[in-house]
């Protein structure tokens, strides 16, 4: 007999009341008039020898009030669930990450040149885009009419019957060597950044729009050897200290001489092999610039140089489509 109420017992406890339906039937198969369980047994107690009859109502009448406390505990808990809002707030979501940005490559890469050249004494000018025929060619030692402009396709805004010349997007940040020289007397030490334009064909790797850094360095005593201690300097702090790099003759109006630098490339794939890459155009700024706008090149010398920085940047972080820094694509800016 015990047996019999321990297995209901557990039977009772064991019953999973989460729906009303559940509760129903839970309710049915022990309390029903005809049929359940419990009704049963308390159906039984007349026949049950008198000995054993206090025991066996006892245990019963146990087992009924359970049954009532579960269904008691279980509409309670059922309407509870019914009535409270579910919170509209799903605390299992994973977190979003918040979108921080980052720096543009082109703009990164600038910082760096800006602070390589700043530790050196370098000021940052800037210049207008939009320039005249004079600043961007003529005062630059681009006589009218010379074939060197061909190398310089631009966009021309006025024809050439002003006072200097026609109005273009600037070429180069060359003419801001001009500007800075026309406005104040020397020495002069400074960096250009800016964005130039030209009227290229477009392709991975040329646009009609691009960045410059220029510099330019004029005063007494300036010679070929203080240019070629100032790119090294930068190139190690850009390429790394075992950079390799090499001047090549090279033909600019503005200055004379004139180098191409260009760093060697190791190829990942072949210890012997690599190649040179150009970097940037330089020379000792032409007399003729210097007279261009009044300093005296008797008595001061100095040095020039201009780079893209795109070009920079590309080899840097090893872009392969110079059009992928104007997309605006997060794809491609994530990365850096
Ligand atoms: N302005 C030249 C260009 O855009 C680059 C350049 C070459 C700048 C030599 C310089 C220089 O200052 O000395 O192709």
Redesign the pocket.
């Known amino acids: 007999m015990p047996d019999q109420f321990e297995a209901l017992r557990q039977a009772i406890e064991a019953a999973p009341l989460d729906s009303e339906e559940a509760v129903d039937r839970f309710r049915i198969a022990y309390l029903s008039r005809k049929q359940g369980r419990i009704t049963e047994l308390l159906k039984q107690i007349p026949s049950v020898p008198p000995d054993e009859r206090k025991a066996f109502g006892r245990q019963v009448n146990l087992l009924k009030r359970r049954v009532e406390e579960r269904i008691e505990e279980a509409k309670a808990r059922l309407r509870t669930a019914r009535t409270t809002p579910k919170p509209e707030i799903d605390l299992t979501l994973p977190g979003r990450r918040p979108l921080t940005g980052s720096i543009h490559p082109l703009t990164r890469t600038l910082e760096d040149i800006k602070r390589v050249f700043g530790s050196y004494g370098f000021d940052v000018a800037e210049g207008p885009e939009i320039e005249d025929d004079w600043h961007n060619f003529t005062a630059l030692n681009f006589p009218p009419d010379h074939p060197a402009r061909d190398?310089?396709d631009t966009f021309f805004l006025e024809p050439p019957d002003r006072p200097h010349g026609g109005i273009l997007l600037r070429?180069?940040?060359?003419p801001v060597?001009i500007r800075v020289m026309e406005s104040q007397p020397p020495p002069y030490r400074v960096i250009v950044p800016g964005r130039?334009y030209r009227n290229e064909s477009i392709s991975y790797k040329s646009y009609c729009l691009f960045h410059?850094v220029?510099?330019?360095c004029v005063d007494e005593g300036v010679t070929l050897g203080d240019l070629k201690q100032i790119l090294h300097v930068f190139a190690r702090a850009l390429f790394g200290d075992d950079v390799k790099m090499r001047f090549r003759p090279s033909f600019?109006p503005?200055?004379e001489p004139?180098a191409e630098v260009d760093i060697w490339w190791p190829d990942p794939a072949d210890p012997a092999g690599g190649r040179w890459l150009e970097i940037?155009?330089?020379?000792m700024v032409d007399p003729n610039v210097l007279e261009a706008v009044n300093v005296d090149p008797e008595r001061y010398t100095g040095y020039?140089?201009?780079m893209g920085i795109e070009r920079i940047a590309m080899l840097r972080y090893d872009i392969k489509d110079i059009r992928l820094f104007y997309e605006n694509d997060v794809r491609f800016l994530e990365q850096f």
């Open positions: 190398m310089q070429t180069h940040t060359s060597q130039v410059q220029e510099g330019l600019f503005f200055t004139s940037l155009g330089c020379g020039a140089f201009g």
